[in-house]
């Protein structure tokens, strides 16, 4: 199985956090599973740039970059947040190896919109180097920082570099470690599978919003590419990646139709 798990910085700010998480992919790893790792730090950020007195300004849920914050982004994302993940992985027991979507071209980005700044959309993903690394059995673990055409650096969201990642290795199994158990329905109950058209009418009802409008975009584009499944699981919740991938029920799993 080829898989990709998105981890968001808010779960690898805490040592403990990181550590926990990070030992549930080196198990996940160990049992055979070609996995691929795709992670944020937007919390670490804000920190970093606060504490020099850089004040965060986001459009529509996402941070203007300009030169100084894509220095930050480097420095975080590629740099403090990708290293320790690295090191908590193979202190674990996985062999992980740290890169960000510039390495091979693994994502190729163009700017989404001038008022953002450094901010790209991923236009391209080459799965080479990731399919190599992973044949060898390596964990990639992937900042989402891409490169551009002509050798610009890009600020990604990142949901979209994991859905632009995991559709060009056509992986079997997305996993979005996000801060909620799920999707919820009216009536806040956990929905257990839901189709491509089953997250579109969420949407269009006013039931999805938010954060999770965009998770359940993010899914639908992922399963229209390609990835066989695309599971919504709380990150916190105990061995929640261990149990994701002994195909225990959790969290929401979306696919493109019921006959899957």
Not at 141 to 153: H, K, L, Q, S, T
């Amino acid at each position: 199985m080829r898989a990709l798990i998105k981890v968001g910085g808010s779960l690898l700010d805490d040592p403990a956090s990181r550590a926990d998480i990070a030992a549930q992919i080196a198990s996940v790893a160990a049992s055979g599973v070609h996995v691929t790792v795709v992670h944020g730090g937007g919390k670490q950020m804000t920190r970093f740039l606060e504490e020099r007195g850089v004040k965060s300004t986001f459009v529509r849920g996402l941070r203007v970059t300009n030169d100084e914050t894509i220095d930050a982004v480097l420095k975080v994302l590629a740099g403090s947040v990708n290293t320790q993940l690295v090191a908590a992985i193979g202190s674990a027991g996985a062999r992980a190896v740290g890169l960000t979507g510039i390495d091979a071209a693994v994502a190729i980005a163009e700017q989404l919109h001038p008022e953002l700044g450094f901010v790209g959309r991923v236009v391209s993903s080459d799965p080479r180097l990731l399919e190599t690394l992973s044949i060898a059995g390596y964990v990639p673990v992937v900042a989402c920082v891409a490169g551009g055409a002509n050798g610009e650096v890009f600020n990604v969201n990142g949901d979209s570099m994991a859905v632009a990642v995991a559709s060009g290795l056509k992986v079997d199994r997305l996993v979005f470690l996000t801060d909620v158990p799920g999707v919820l329905d009216a009536e806040k109950r956990l929905i257990a599978v839901l189709t491509v058209q089953g997250c579109l009418d969420l949407i269009a009802s006013g039931i999805a919003t938010g954060g999770m409008q965009a998770k359940l975009n993010a899914a639908t584009d992922a399963v229209r590419n390609g990835v066989a499944e695309v599971r919504i699981v709380r990150g916190s919740d105990p061995q929640i990646v261990t149990r994701v991938f002994s195909n225990e029920a959790a969290g929401t799993t979306v696919i493109a139709n019921r006959n899957q």
